[in-house]
Nanobody, 120 residues
């Protein structure tokens, strides 16, 4: 089984910065893509950023957030700068996994979320 473990969520003042991290553990798979999603109370879960060679961002975070992966490609980061109250949400890591020996039949795994609160 693949497990995703997230960390880095915290309480921060508007204009502050946080860095989220997510590490995928397990064996027998390769990671096709990773990304970050978020969900605020009363809202739908929405895409924040994804990385698969190139990167893609939600319009409202462009220029403020940066997604990256380490050299081993088992950890994804989300550097969040100039945080705003509307960024407050539970942030979830997502990984698209392809088991070794397969070219189709990939699986999606989710972390359990880390709380980001932006408030004075």
């Amino acid at each position: 089984q693949v497990q995703l473990v997230e960390s880095g969520g915290d309480l921060v003042q508007p204009g502050g910065s946080l860095r989220l991290s997510c590490t995928a553990s397990g064996s027998g798979f390769s990671i096709v893509a990773m990304g970050w999603y978020r969900q605020a109370p009363g809202n739908q879960r929405e895409l924040v950023a994804t990385i698969n060679g190139g990167s893609n961002y939600k319009d409202s975070v462009k220029g403020r957030f940066t997604i990256s992966r380490d050299n081993a490609k088992n950890t994804v980061y989300l550097q969040m700068n100039s945080l705003k109250p509307e960024d407050t949400a539970v942030y979830y890591c997502k990984a698209d996994i392809l088991p070794f020996g397969k070219s189709v039949g990939g699986l999606t795994y989710w972390g359990q979320g880390t709380q980001v609160t932006v408030s004075s």
